[in-house]
């Protein structure tokens, strides 16, 4: 397939993919491989990194080891990201797809709605909605695919816009095709190029915004996260640096990986661009 | 009748001023922190820690204690017992006026006494219990009549005990209602300006104070900075002049102690002598089988956290008496983390797995790390917990609806088992929307006897051996789980002076401190 092909060679690309794919496996398996729970207490509190080969990465301010919050916090970061990635896929590609291609008031009403998620900011919205739902890895989730549709939704609502008026849609109602299925087998397929882009950008966005509430102390406290355990080294960054530094190593080589991706895949699925390249 | 006269001999209140051999300087600010926001200023109705440390520099007690915790003249100038015990005679202070400009008299007391803070004051509602009434003969003398000589009664008067509250601003009110609430009305050394929610609560000095030449100081800035990390920087800045204990991060404590121009003291906690531990709730759940009770115990490596976070400052507590207080008992059993035994324990008791919830105490990161460190100890042992999060106002909602299984919270002991200590396992003493009565809910017949004779026995050898028995039952029932005697070092500019000078330090510190320009 062209896709796959042109991604493959957009060495970018790759490197992303590498990175991201390996934060999968250890969020997949690490914690079977991995004994141990994150939050006990193994070895003499603020032990820095590389001094002693059980605990490579050294103990936080409690004796706890970093690696293993690493890893579980990958598993987290991983988690959550997808997980209201694909809430936010599901009620803002709907809502777009019907406020395009059906237009007039239909359009109207669905575009103010979605226009006041949109004049708030997000980030706020978000603390408001997990202080009011206590922190849970659910109210968490949830917040986040709350506060991130509204682009999925302007996005397949202009590309229906542009979409609905092609000779194969026409087509297709002239055949009596339903609007359903018009919605469904014609243009949705034909718009999926730059949702996929957006949506590997909204998995990068909601890992920032799952560690930012984590952070500010917002997170579920069942479940170490990197965001909690930057928040937790905050208060110590003097007497121990590496604290903070390391999970926020793995948060900014996440969201990397995961815009690199996003761009090579923009790149592979977008004709134009592709052809650019090559040429 | 012959009486004994107390107070009048001691009659000046600046009572350390032999120590300064300086002269106070006037004028100048002094920037604090208050950690947490206290969820109010009006101290006759919370009790919370930050809401006394602001509200006693407003209000006053009928007395000041100093820190071998006697008795001094503050708004009452002498006091008389008969000779039966019975009879306490309360001298007040003439020409004090409240901030409003209304004069402070004995109507005052009796209403603020017998009144209000009989309704809304649980601890010092138990020792109420012994006074049969409180009449005022004229202005400015006061009588409380006792139904038995009560050893504690003099230390009842410090500003959180007791606080003045002015009767012609709550008298037939709703006085969780009242207006003034927001905007405090006392006799104290400063009066109210401004609170800023979520910045700073702004005190300034009162030009009327009854006590010629006090304050030295004209403003009082109280910070609020939600982050500990913060606070360090604002002292290390010289934004802020003191930090009082427990508003630092324990980690923090041995830098900022070793800063040029940074004094310490723990002083200043002599009539509170804080004592922590974990509420468990003893009407329901796992937490209602005393066997479970006691492998919380074992579970708790109290050692580890005493040196992890507490950075070896306090003690391991190990019942309900705190070993400054009047009446401990050193015999008690101790204990011992010793896994083995939780749960051994646990399966005694055929505990199923049932998940226990542990409230979080919203008071920093050192209480927030400590939930972590607990909710690890007894997972080790085989206890599901979750950890349940909260603001201030709503950590005291649910210990006061009794709407918790396992919380933290610290306490104050007042010196005396029949102030401080029996208030919270004392039957009598259960009434739901308080945090700070027996929220646990012990019903112990016999203790509750063993309390009630102790107060009023004579002499202190008879106390003495009803509390050891007391002691020894409630460590035997583990009503509640004990961590710490906790020990919080104050941290100060040292050009801020006197500053610590009676038993509840900077409760009420800032009347007498000055700062050296």
Known sequence: ?279 | MKKIIMGAVIACLPFTSSAYAEDPQEGGTINVVVQPEPPSLMIGMYSNATTQQVGGNIFEGLMRYDKDLNPHPLLATAWENSEDGKTWTFHLKEGVVWHDGKPFTSADVVFSIDKLLRETNARLRGSLAFVDSITAPDDYTVVFQLNQPFGPFIRLFEVGTTPMLPKHIYAGTDYKLNPANHHPIGTGPFVFKEWKKGSFIHLAKNENYHVKGLPHIDELYWHVIPDAASRSVAFETGKIDVLPGGSVENFDVPRLTELDNACVTTDGWEFFSPHAWLWLNNRQGPTSDKRFRQAVMYSMDREFAKSVLWNDYGKIAKGPVGSKTKFYDDSLPNYEYNPEKAKALLAEMGYDGTPVRLMAMPYGETWQRWTEVIKQNLEEVGIKTQIVSTDVAGWNQKIGDWDYDISFTYLYQYGDPALGVSRTYLSNNIAKGSPWNNAEGYVNKQVDQWFNEAAVAFPDAKRAELYSKAQHQIVEDVPVAWLMELEFPTIYNCKVQNLVDSAIGVNDAFGTAWIKQ
């Open chain 1, 1 to 279: 397939m062209n896709v796959i092909k042109s991604l493959t060679q957009n060495k970018v690309a790759m490197v992303g993919f590498g990175i991201l794919f390996m934060f999968v496996v250890i969020a997949l398996f690490g914690p079977y491989l991995y004994d141990g729970s994150p939050w006990r207490m193994v070895q003499r509190p603020f032990l820095p990194p590389f001094q002693n080969s059980n605990y490579i990465l050294g103990t936080d301010t409690l004796g706890r080891d970093v690696l293993a919050g690493l890893i579980y916090g990958a598993r987290i970061s991983l988690l959550v990201g997808l997980v209201s990635t694909t809430i936010a896929l599901l009620i803002g590609i709907p809502l777009g797809a019907y406020a395009g291609y059906y237009g007039g008031w239909v359009d109207e009403v669905l575009m103010r709605f979605t226009e006041i998620f949109q004049t708030v900011p997000s980030f706020a919205l978000a603390v408001v909605l997990v202080a009011i739902f206590e922190p849970s890895v659910y109210s968490i989730t949830g917040a986040i695919a709350i506060v991130s549709w509204p682009p999925v939704a302007r996005l397949v609502r202009g590309e229906f816009l542009s979409l609905r008026s092609q000779e194969y849609v026409l087509a297709a109602k002239l055949n009596g095709q339903t609007n359903r299925n018009i919605i469904m087998r014609e243009i949705l397929p034909n718009s999926l190029s730059p949702i996929i882009v957006l949506a590997s950008l909204m998995v990068a966005s909601a890992i920032l915004l799952e560690s930012s509430l984590s952070f500010l102390g917002l997170g579920d406290p069942e479940i170490m996260s990197w965001g909690y355990m930057i928040g937790a080294a905050k208060t110590v960054i003097r007497q121990a640096w590496w604290l903070s530094f390391i999970p926020g190593i793995a948060i900014a080589i996440t969201v990397l990986s995961l815009n690199l991706l996003g761009e090579g895949l923009n790149e592979a699925l977008n004709p134009k661009l592709s052809g650019k390249r090559e040429s």
